[in-house]
């Protein structure tokens, strides 16, 4: 069965530091990749998106993830992360057959 | 291109009356999914529906649970006699197609009391 697994529940981190949230997932099929962002009592904003082609695909603000197919995995990089940055980040897969399985999700606390 | 809205943003119910939570998709999407997300979860899938058919509904409660999207207007997550553990955000989010990127609303903060 499709799932998805962050491994981190809360990742803390230092201002300018470099960060990497982890996500693996398990899948018979092939797989459209994403990761999303949730600010405090707002909805889920789209970051990033795998559906084919390069592996390793940017956000305009700075965080970057590569597919990697043979470690089923789709972590999520940031070289130097800001205040702004902390907030809630989830991995999420889909099939192609509509739904999304997520993650339980990854709280990043950038600390000053 | 106005977001997905959602409405209300807060809803405060007692046990046993009905919730009724409203989603408008994004101008052109025809696609729309509904998730609830508990206290310290991830988001969960509930269902997902086009104009006027459910396509996927394994995620929704066998009962007291019921989604629509007409053709005219917006897609409606209806809970009927709710009870405490209803009490979560419920999302929705709209897409062009079926399998491409979903584009998500503020979310209906359901209290239940």
């Known amino acids: 069965a499709q799932s998805v697994t962050q491994l981190d529940s809360q990742v803390p981190v230092f201002e300018e530091a470099p960060v990497e949230l982890r996500c693996n997932y398990s899948s018979s099929v092939s797989v459209y990749l994403f990761w999303y962002v949730q600010y405090p009592n707002q909805g889920l904003q789209l970051l990033l998106k795998?559906?084919?082609?390069?592996?390793l695909v940017k956000s305009i603000n700075g965080f970057e993830a590569e597919f990697n197919k043979s470690q089923t995995s789709f972590h999520l990089r940031k070289p130097s992360v800001h205040i702004s940055d902390t907030a809630e980040y989830f991995c999420?897969?889909?099939?192609?057959?509509?739904?999304?399985?997520f993650g339980q999700g990854t709280t990043l606390q950038v600390k000053p | 291109n106005a977001g997905v809205m959602q409405n209300p943003r807060h809803l405060v119910r007692r046990r046993g009356q009905e919730a009724r939570l409203r989603c408008s998709p994004m101008k052109g999407h025809s696609h729309v999914y509904w998730y609830r997300q508990l206290p310290e979860e991830g988001l969960k899938f509930m269902v997902y529906?086009?104009?006027?058919?459910?396509?996927?509904e394994s995620g929704m409660p066998k009962e007291r649970f019921s989604a629509e999207f007409p053709k005219e207007g917006p897609s409606i997550l209806r809970i009927q006699q709710v009870v405490r553990g209803d009490s979560a955000a419920y999302f929705c989010?709209?897409?062009?197609?079926?399998?491409?990127?979903?584009?998500f609303g503020p979310g209906t903060r359901l209290t239940v009391t």
């Open positions: 795998y559906l084919s082609g390069s592996t």
């Open positions: 529906l086009q104009k006027e058919n459910i396509i996927d």
């Open positions: 999420a897969v889909s099939e192609g057959t509509g739904k999304l399985i």
């Open positions: 989010a709209s897409s062009p197609k079926d399998f491409y990127e979903q584009y």
